[in-house]
């Protein structure tokens, strides 16, 4: 089966750090892509991991780790267009991209 | 970088209707498309995977007749909500991947195509 998990809500103010983990489940594994979808708008691309470690692009940072099943983005510098809801989605077999439900952070001035 | 074009990106009919929703690969062929489902505050549901020249392929549960997919071309898929009904209002989104199937590449996502159905 597939699974995926992140928390529905984080909080964070202006300027701060914030981390969103994310733990899968997937039949066949071929890589994780995190993506930014603000309200009614569809989701933009924000990175990619094959591989174990930290991936760095710019106030963004992703981290995998496949032998536990786990993915975490980093966003630094918040700014208040940082409000968005963040997807995790690990690529399966078959070339699927299956989709959380999404972390729906919001930042605070 | 490639871009998915989607259109219309809103519609409203009536109960009973049919409506059409296309997506275009601008610059780059895509022998594969995506066709997913979102409804408020839920995640981005997978209907169907569009293949190029051969029947889609659908997900459980998501019923083929009432969800027709057609993709013709390289840059073309086209999604057709048959006999609408309000429970089918909902944010529908295609993507792309620039790529061969099986290569692991960027999804783009077309702009997504809100339908209400009265």
């Known amino acids: 089966g597939q699974n995926i998990d992140q928390p529905t809500e984080m909080t964070a103010t202006e300027g701060a750090i914030v981390q969103i983990n994310c733990t899968y489940q997937t039949s066949g594994f071929n890589g994780l892509f995190w993506y930014q979808q603000h309200a009614g708008e569809a989701p933009t691309f924000l990175s990619y991991n094959v591989l174990d470690g930290l991936e760095e692009k710019g106030r963004f940072s992703s981290f995998l780790s496949r032998s536990k099943g786990y993915s975490y983005l980093l966003l630094k510098e918040l700014q208040m267009k940082d409000s968005a809801s963040y997807l995790c989605?690990?690529?399966?077999?078959?070339?699927?991209?299956?989709f959380g439900t999404g972390t729906r952070l919001q930042v605070f001035p | 970088g490639a871009v998915v074009s989607q259109h219309p990106s809103w519609v409203i009919c009536k109960s009973g209707t049919s409506v059409k929703i296309e997506c275009r690969s601008l610059?780059?062929?895509?022998?594969?498309m995506f066709w997913y489902r979102q409804f408020p505050k839920q995640s981005l549901m997978l209907m169907a995977t569009?293949?190029?020249?051969?029947?889609?392929?659908?997900e459980q549960g998501v019923e083929k007749d009432k969800f027709l997919i057609n993709h013709a071309s390289l840059t073309l898929s086209t999604l057709t909500v048959t006999s609408a009904h309000p429970e089918d209002s909902s944010f529908y989104i295609c993507?792309?991947?620039?790529?061969?199937?099986?290569?692991?590449?960027?999804?783009?996502f077309g702009e997504g195509s809100r339908l209400t159905v009265l």
């Open positions: 993507s792309a991947r620039v790529g061969r199937q099986g290569q692991t590449g960027e999804l783009f």
């Open positions: 989605a690990p690529l399966g077999g078959g070339d699927k991209l299956i």
């Open positions: 610059d780059f062929q895509a022998t594969t």
């Open positions: 569009s293949n190029e020249g051969s029947k889609a392929t659908y």
